[in-house]
Structure formats: C-alpha cells, structure tokens
C-alpha cells in the first residue's frame, strides 16, 4: 500500500467520522425537541481499481418510518377532534346539571310543581301565588340560559373554525416553501434534515387541525393530501376558504368551506373531506351535536308551555278576569271553523254566581244564550266572531272579535268570563279546546306559536303575501348538497305544498310535505332520500295581517322550532298581578244565579300542580323520536341525551389520547433519540477519528524516516 492510498483512507476517515460526530451531537442537543427523528450518516467504501481507498459520506438521512408517521398523523387527528367538540360540551356542563342540583331544569320543574301543590292549601294566598310565578320564571329563564349557552357554544365554535383555517392555510404554505428548499439543498448536495425536521413539526401541527395523509415528493420534501387525496401542498399550496359568521344561534345559515387547489384557480367543496383534526370536531359540534341540543330545548319549552296552559285554559281564577285577548294563531278571518264538540262560555258575577251561559255546539254550528233561541256559528272562524259577538252585544253583555290572527272577548257590567269546554263531547281544533288553542287564558305566552296543530287543512285558502322560502339542503356529512328558492303562489295551502313537492325547483328530491288531520305539516324523507336534512334558512313571506310567516305557523326550520326556548314568558297580566292566576275551577252546569267559582277553590292548581306529569305529545327533535309522555319524562330524555354525548365525547378523548400516546411511543423508539445509545456511539465515532488521525500521523512517521534514510 503506497503512503497516498494511506492519506486518503485516513482522511476519509476522518471526514466520516466528523460526520457521524456531528450527526450524533445534533441527536443528543436536540433529545428534548418535540417531533425531532434522529439523523444517521450513511457510508459507503471507496474504491479506486478494485482497491480499498477509504470510506465516503453517501447520506445524512432521517430515521423515520413512513407507516408510524401516517398512524401517529391520523391518531393526532383524532386527539385533536375529540378534544375539540368535548372542550365544546364541557362548557355546557353547568347548565345540564343533575336532578338534583339546585338550579339545574329539572330541579326548577320540580320545584314549579312544587309551588301548585304548596298553593292549594290556601289557593288565595298572595305569597303562594308569587312563588308560583316565581317559579315559573325561574323555569323559563333556565330554559332560555340553556338554549341562550347552545348557541354561544355554536358561535364559538364557528370562530375557533375560522381562526383554526386561517391556521391551517399558513403551515400548509410553510411546508411548501420547506419543500421548495428541502429539493434545493438535497440538489446542491447538502444537509437538508434540518429543513426536513423543521417540515416533520409542521406536519404534526397541521395534522392537528385537519386530517392529513403524507407521502414521500420526488427531489426531496413531501406532498400533502386528504385522507381521500385531495391534494394540500407540494410545491405550492391549497388555500382553504371559509368565512365565520360568529353567529350560533338557531336561524344562523353557513357558508360552505372551499379549497383553491395548488397552483390553480380551481375551486371545490371541501367539507366532505375534512375526516378528522380540530375543525372537523369544530364542525361536528356546529352542524350536528349543538342544532340537535337547541332543536330538543324548543321542543321542550312548547311542552312546558303546552302542558301548563292545558290546564290554565280549563280552570278559571278568582275573580274570573272581565276581558280575555287570545294569542296570535295565525289565521285569517276566512279560514274554515274547524271546531267540532261543544264548549260554554259563562259569565260570572263578582260573588261567583253564574249570570249568563253561553253555549256553543260546533258540530251542531249553533250558538244559544242562556237555553235560548239558537244562532248559527257559520262556517269561518270570522263568521263564528261574528256570532259570537252578536249574541254578546245584542244582550248588552260584552263582545268578541276576531282581529288580525286573535279572538278577544270582553264582559259588560261587572261580569268576568269563564270558559269550560264540554266534559263528554269537548271542543277541539288540532287537539284543543276552544281557550287553549285561542289562548283565551294562557299562562305562559309568546309572540309566535309554541304548536303547530293549526286546524287548517290542505284546501283552505293560504293567505300568505308574494314572498319565498330559501331551503338548505346538507348530506349526511354535513355538506351543503343543494339550496332551493320556493317562491309562494296559487291560492290554497295545497298549492303551497305542490310547490314545496315539486321534484324540480321545490325540494321534492329529498323531502315530502302534507297536512294531517290537526292541521299539522309533517314532514317525509323521500324515497331514497333518507340521509339528506332539509332546512328552512329564510322565509320573507307573511299570512294576512298576522305578521306571521309560513315557517312560523307551521314549524318549518330551526328558526321556528329551536327559537321557542327563548320566546316564552310569564303572561304578563298573570306577572304583574297573581290574583289572575287560575286556581279555581268553574261549575258551569248549575242553574243560572247558581255558585259556580269560589275563592277556596284549589282544583285548578292540582291540575297545574300535576301538569308536568300528564301525557303531552313531543315532535321528533335532536335526536329524540316523537312520543307522547310526561314534561319531566321528555326533559330527562332532552338532557339524557345531551349528557351522553358530551360522556361519549369525553371518552373518545380519552380513548384517542392514549392511541396517540401509544402510536407516538412506537415512533419514538424508530425516530426518536436514544440518549445512551448516541453518547455510546459518540464515544465510538470519537476514537474512530483518533484512530485516523493516529493513521495519518504514522504515514507523517514513514514519511519521515524514508527521508532521513535517503539522506
């Protein structure tokens, strides 16, 4: 061996193990860095015609392997998802609350039955009335809280998603420029793990926000796709686009998230790719789990009003009140009757005493004062006003009116009004009697329906000014799939339907619309169908002088349903003066100058008392299927629900943070730094150079004594 083949292998020496020893060094400086991989250095003999000439420094790579980088990416991504919507629903936790938690909504049922019961011991007492309004407040205050929070939790979480893309964009674009970078380095020849790791916590954040597949770019640097391929970012980036309206609450419409793929002007639909990460716990919580949560408390809030003005409308208070101004139904003068079964209107005397019975036969379609001669109710709710009126007026007793959706009634001379519908053949129109579906004697109000039963049927004329409705229609991932613009026309409710059906410009494609026998719009997945939503996002139109709109009248949408939580109150009149509290109840079956209402008289508040314990009927809403039970029966379901999910979401987070802890685990004994393992081979590397060095210095040695010898 010549003494230049010496040089050269120890100097090659030397040069790779300057390599391994800073490769090793860089591993120990960084054994603390969050998602660093290791670098090794990778060499290969030297050869010059067939004889060993040394060692060469081929590579400087990272220690990954691509399998645990896709399974640690994808258990981020879960982590992620999980932590977002629990985060979401632990907010909410306060306000479900436990049974027996002071304050929670089914402590605040209980202690409203509570009031009634404690009421009828002494039903004219002044304090036990104002507990009882209290009570009630309380209630619907709590429900309102509840359904106020949902929807602050859904704005947020349409914020966090804005803010959370904004995010999203920027790592994507850092990892392109890193890729442009990487390729350069790795062409000029140099060390590009750096940049690389620098790429790999990127990655790792960016896998956090959104679900991300990573493969392995030619030149060097990576290409990353949707978990469906949906390519993000190579050597340029995807923009995602979307725009937060901050807004939660049940009338709130989204826009619907886009990509800009990279290097393009090509737009598409992205929510549907969008598998895991943050945004898509974000999403889940903002279009799935928070509408289902406000959609079951307005269900409950019509029950609560519902079963409690049941029992109002059929009892009467002390002294009976002398003008009764019923709720907006929504109908028009014109619409047909539409009561069947019988019902006496009565007025009582100051002392109680019965004065004068009205009584009214809708099936008969007769109305007669005090057993007298009959009149005829007519055909139209407006014609029965009129009736009505006439009888009151033409005795000099009161009058009646039906005016822009409400029938009011007003007694003369003293007299205050009683209404009792029939024991056997009881009034009805869409399930209700006569006061409870005007609302003669309501004890919790609205400004709009809390029910939908309107008694209306398919040929009645609509009524409704030239106006549209704006449906959304989402898929089963949540993705907007289709809007539609239904302009209203034709002259009866049928035709209204016919154009919500059409399977062209109505939403026919995915659901039905028809009228049952109470007047109730029900709405039908069609055929094949079953697994798109359609939603009501706006609706400009308006029935008569009502003021009120189809969506309104009918129930159709979030806006109208979900919004009942926050609508309800206390009737004022009840609010600001106890004494018309209906606690009594009317014997109307006595002759005339007979008692028919007493002071003493508790059977009123009983019935309110056990009014959250009668069977009331609940629509379908967030997740609950519709049924006929109890108020506190469905309130437990309502929270029932709400509280497995937000368990089930606090243990998906668990579940996925120890998946991710497990995978990470794995990873790290491929990629990560082993600091006894790199310190045991620093040391190697080390005397590795000196071994070289010591070479080189015995070639120098040779060298030497070769010229001493020559001289």
Known sequence: MSLSSILSAATSGLAASQAQIRSTSTNVSNVNTPGYARIQTGLSTRTVDGAGMG?????????????????????????????????????????????????????RLSQLSAAFSASTADPSSSLRRSQVVAAAQNLLSEVSNLSQTVSSVRAQADSQLGGQITSANDLLGQIANLNLEISRTKAQGGDSTGSENQQAAVIDQLSQLIGIRVDTRQGGGV??????????????????????????????VYGAITVTLPGSSTTQGFDAHIESGSIAGL??????????????????????????????NAASSFPPPASMAGRQTGLLSADSLGFTGKTTIALVNANGSLAHKIAIDFTAGTISLDGGATVSTGTTVGSFATALNGVLTGAGLGTASFTNGALSLSASGGAGIAIQDDATTPASRGGRGLSQFFGLNDFIQSDRPTFYQTGLSAADTHGFTAGAMQF????????????????????????ILNSLNNTASGVGLYSTFSLNANGELVQTPAPGAETYSVNLTSDNTTRGATGLSFSQIFGVGDAARAARATDVEVNPLIAASNT???????????????IALTSGDARGATALASAFETSTNFSAAGGLAAVTTS?????????????????????AEVAAKDLTTDVAARRGSVDGVNLDEDLANLTLYQQAYNASARLIQAAQDMMDTLLSIRS
Not at 580 to 594: E, P, R, V
């Open 283 to 312: 999403l889940h919580a903002r279009d799935g789990d928070m509408p289902d949560l406000l959609r079951s408390v307005g269900e409950l809030a019509s029950g609560i009003a519902d079963a409690l003005n049941e029992a109002h």
């Open 55 to 107: 060692v060469d420094v081929t590579t400087i790579t990272r220690a990954t392997n691509i399998f645990l980088q896709r399974a640690s990416l994808s258990a981020q991504g879960d982590q992620a998802a999980a932590a977002a919507l629990n985060s979401l629903w632990t907010q909410l936790a306060p306000y479900l609350g436990t049974a027996n938690q002071e304050g929670a909504l089914t402590s």
């Open 223 to 252: 290409i990353v796709r949707t978990p469906d391929g949906i390519t993000l970012a190579d050597g340029e980036a995807a923009t995602i686009n979307y725009a937060p309206t901050g807004q939660g609450g049940p009338n709130a």
């Open 580 to 594: 018309k509290l209906a606690f009594a109840k009317a014997d109307l079956g006595g002759a005339l100058g007979t």
């Open 472 to 495: 959304q229609i989402r898929n089963a991932a949540g993705v907007v799939v289709d809007t539609k613009s239904i302009t209203v026309g034709g002259t009866t409710i049928q035709d």
């Open 631 to 651: 108020v506190n029966s469905f309130a437990s379901q309502v929270l029932g629900l709400a509280g497995s999910r937000a368990a089930r979401a606090d243990a």
